[in-house]
């Protein structure tokens, strides 16, 4: 198998975009953290996996990646991509593939790619067509010669629909360290984009045009999205010490782990993953959804379309489209609403302005710790911040953004 010397992953974003949700790099598909998913398909390409880290998720990182050989962890040093590059040092010479932990991609169909093209260019980029606006960075390009990244441009006035994706090979990757290192503000917004134009001016590049599939989680509704890509992967299993009652019907793809119960008159409708030694109660539904370990489906609970986190507890309620973090209690009663009636596209407030979710369904968006008291109401696209309580009988119409728990 062919090799790149080195792949540097970025796993040190801020993930304010992120709120109410913790650590990106660290959310859990099938059981497993995103981060381990990344490393396992990127280890095979190369002699050594550099992690870059934030002071904030240094030990969960760690400890995390603890079982893999080879695996460097570097902390970030100021703000920013090109402040997280200049963190690596000498760590990072020569050829080197700069991947973000967040994208998931075909790393197949780029490597192949990229492989193919190393002994001609200094710098390839990957990019994907977007026809819709996405708030990314956009090529300028003449062919397929790269000459330019504009990051962010208003719609109108978009040089390209083609967005660049975080999967940057750099052919000798201290040169373009040597161009960071002059920059006067390697801190700022946009200097990873500053430094990469001037050193597009200086060498030969490239880029892929990238057809595949391309997940990514920038908004915590994207949870939901690489759900599905994960879900898409899950084959009919059933763990060890699983009771499942003679009544409860299962149907089509669905994983469930060690000591899973599902009682009585129970549906679950697949792709679905049910995470160990948590409970399904009579007559609940749970369909195309995502639940993590030690959780309880009270009775004629509904669960649809959703992500749910460790120790999430429900007790008749509804959850739809929804991402529920750890250790989250439901009353009875309780429900997120997940569809406007006038059936427009749902936004939501992110760091003060307000975002298109591109979702016409979307529930409630859920911190861990958090309390929901009986026959409360949450409206569609409601975020809480962790470590928070909702009183009975609430009608949830904005953000919730102080915790009341400690």
Known sequence: MKKFENIIILAAGRSTRFWPLDDKNMVKFLGKPLLLYQIEKLKPYTKKVLIIVSKKNIDSITKAV????????????????????????????????????????????????????????????????????????YLRYKKNQVLELIEKPKPEKRPSNMVSLVVDYFANFSEFIDVLKSLKNPAKDGAFEEGLNIYLKKVKAIFINYQDYWYFLKYPWHVLSLKYFFLSQVKKHVGKNVFLDKTAKIEGDVYLEDGVKIYEHSKIVGPCYIGKNT????????????????????????????????????????????????????????????????????????????????????????????????????????????????????????????????
């Open 279 to 406: 409970i399904v109660g009579n007559y609940s539904l749970i369909k195309e959804s995502m639940i993590g370990e030690n959780c309880l489906i009270g009775g004629y609970s509904e669960v649809t379309r959703s992500y749910l986190g460790n120790k999430v507890y429900l007790h008749r309620n509804y959850l739809g489209d929804s991402v529920i973090e750890n250790n989250v209690l439901f009353g009875a009663g309780a429900v997120c609403a997940n569809f406007r009636f006038d059936e427009k596209e749902i936004h939501s407030s992110v760091n003060g302005d307000m975002i298109n979710c591109q979702r016409n369904k979307l529930g409630a968006i859920i911190g861990s710790n958090v309390k929901i008291g009986v026959n409360s109401s949450l409206m569609p696209g409601i975020k809480i911040v962790a470590n928070s309580i909702v009183m009975p009988n609430s009608i949830v119409l904005k953000d919730i953004k102080r915790s009341v728990l400690k």
């Open 66 to 137: 603890s079982s893999f050989q080879n695996i460097h962890i570097i902390l970030q040093k100021g703000d920013g991509q090109a402040s997280a590059l200049l963190s690596v040092n000498d760590e990072a010479l020569g050829e080197t593939l700069v991947v973000n932990n967040i994208d998931v991609f075909n790393e197949k169909v780029i490597f192949t790619q990229i492989f193919k093209q190393r002994d001609k260019y200094e710098l390839i980029l990957t990019a994907k067509e977007m026809k819709k606006y996405f708030p990314g960075g």
